[in-house]
């Protein structure tokens, strides 16, 4: 396992700025999105997605995983909304065409919402035809598509999340974080590390989706054995925040960055 570094974590930062902090700590890898100033543009990736991948090649880092939103903020052209599928066929296609281009291993989606209207049931069932039909579209890519769970979507616990993996057999971007906030154990959590195509670190508890290290309930050597016993070897992405989402406002990110990269440099000796 390694590390990597989520871009979206330093929101006044350009896209340089953050390779350049990456390669500071001694990660050498980062993750990309569409989100703040180092975010990349979705409209040139959708229309060219080989242009939109060659400036990525000379930011000197890996980038393991891009994280990609359909529409606009979590609502827009969501997984779960009726009548979308066919755009998003479109859209995947593209993005992956633009991952494989700028040797990007993996993309993750977010699994959708509630939409009005709609029970959870409903939003499931139709997050999962949407799902197989965009895993159809990735057996054409070699970038892995795979879907983070995460609060205030559909799919808000571990066993939602595993039905939706039974049926689809999509991977997940697994954040241990957003089911903790919920106020699930780590141990009800760790079935999913066996379906962990990538993952994000963030120190977290009950009622908070993002704590200081010294704070949180999250036991990380735990959850870094969890992941390695599954047979994950891919990358570990440092993804502390600031942003208005869930009140992750109030951490000293560069902070919470270095704890959680010596915790897990320590941890692997």
Known sequence: ??????????????????????????????????????????????????????????????????????????????????????????DIDSVLAF????????????????????????????????????????????????VEPHVQSWAESPALTQRLIDQTGIGLALDYSHFTCLGYRQDEIDPLAKHATHVHLRQAKMGHLQTKFAQGTLNFPAMFATLRDAGYQGYLA?????????NTLTEDVLTETILLRDCFQNWKG
Not at 102 to 127: C, E, H, K, T, Y
Request: charge should be negative; charged fraction near 15%; aromatic fraction near 6%.
């Open 1 to 90: 396992m390694k590390l990597s570094l989520t871009s979206w974590s330093f929101p006044a930062c350009n896209l340089q700025e953050c390779a350049a902090i990456s390669r500071a700590l001694g990660i050498g890898a980062l993750d990309v999105g569409l989100s703040y100033r180092s975010g990349l543009n979705k409209s040139e990736i959708l229309a060219d997605p080989k242009a939109a991948a060659e400036p990525l090649r000379n930011l000197g880092v890996t980038i393991p995983n891009y994280y990609h939103l359909f529409g606009e903020g979590l609502s827009g052209q969501n997984l779960s909304l009726p009548g979308t599928i066919s755009l998003n066929i479109k």
């Open 99 to 146: 991952a494989d281009a700028a040797d990007i291993a993996s993309v993750f989606i977010l699994p959708g919402i509630i939409n009005p209207g709609q029970s959870r049931d409903q939003a499931a069932q139709q997050a999962t035809e949407s799902i197989k039909a965009l895993l159809e579209v990735a057996t054409h890519h070699n970038a892995k598509l795979c």
């Open 238 to 246: 440092l993804e502390a925040v600031h942003q208005d989402y869930m």
